[in-house]
């Protein structure tokens, strides 16, 4: 129902700044919250940023907060992740994922849709 492509990841130094897009299609109009996960061997899934359907309200996780921002395009189903001041510990693959309803969440279970992930390497 909602297939979901990410784009942006890649190399950078250690200060640096990417941007993330993540596109999203869907056949049948619903509001979707959307939110950014990352994940580094062995380790779980972890929350990065998410944002309401109406792009009203944000949340971060503590590691991040100050330096990444998530805003969203419904016009173009288009959902970013601003990465600012990169730290080697962001290094890691970044997902975009999706929840058909207006409120994001911090758990990855709570999303049923994802997209196949994009690397995000940050040099020392």
């Known amino acids: 129902q909602v297939q979901l492509v990410e784009s942006g990841g890649g190399l950078v130094q250690a200060g640096g700044s990417l941007r993330l897009s993540c596109q999203a299609s869907?056949?049948?109009?619903?509001?979707?919250?959307m939110g950014w996960f990352h994940q580094t061997p062995g380790k779980e899934r972890e929350f990065v940023a998410g944002?309401?359907?109406?792009?009203?309200?944000?949340k971060y996780a503590d590691s991040v907060a100050g330096r990444f921002t998530i805003s969203r395009d419904n016009a173009n189903n288009t959902v970013y992740l601003q990465m600012n001041s990169l730290k080697p510990e962001d290094t890691a693959v970044y997902y975009c994922?999706?929840?058909?309803?207006?409120?994001?969440?911090?758990?990855?279970?709570?999303?049923?849709?994802w997209g196949p992930g994009t690397q995000v390497t940050v040099s020392s």
């Open positions: 869907i056949r049948t109009f619903s509001p979707y919250a």
């Open positions: 944002i309401r359907w109406s792009g009203a309200s944000t």
């Open positions: 994922a999706a929840r058909l309803t207006y409120y994001s969440d911090t758990n990855w279970r709570a999303y049923a849709y």
